[in-house]
């Protein structure tokens, strides 16, 4: 069974940066496109990030040049989060899948549980 494990979240500053890692077992990064979702309380979850086998990324525009996603090892994916929001306050997921790739998500298998991240004004 495909397990991924999310690290990385805390409570940051305005302006702030943290780095996610979402780790995988039975699972090798390059076959899947991969990604980070998030869902604050009350919203529907969002793309924040995407990144295609061919190594294509894709952001939407309230993170893009502040959020950076790479796969730093066959197994580990991680996601730069850097001059962080109060409005990027949410859980974040990492997720897996071999279907469309996009920041909707509906292309998605395989979810993690999630890391919290903060940001206070």
């Known amino acids: 069974q495909v397990r991924l494990v999310e690290s990385g979240g805390g409570s940051v500053q305005a302006g702030g940066s943290l780095r996610l890692s979402c780790t995988a077992n039975r699972l090798t990064y390059s076959m899947y496109c991969m990604g980070w979702f998030r869902q604050a309380p009350g919203k529907e979850r969002e793309g924040v990030a995407v990144?295609?086998?061919?190594?294509?990324t894709n952001y939407p525009d309230s993170v893009n040049g502040r959020f950076t996603i790479y796969k730093a090892s066959t197994t580990t994916l991680s996601l730069q989060m850097n001059s962080l929001k109060p409005e990027d306050t949410a859980l974040y997921y990492c997720?897996?899948?071999?279907?469309?790739?996009?920041?909707?998500?509906?292309?998605?298998?395989?979810w993690g549980q999630g890391t919290q991240v903060s940001v206070s004004s």
């Open positions: 997720a897996a899948g071999d279907g469309y790739c996009g920041l909707t998500g509906q292309g998605m298998n395989y």
């Open positions: 990144i295609a086998r061919d190594g294509t």
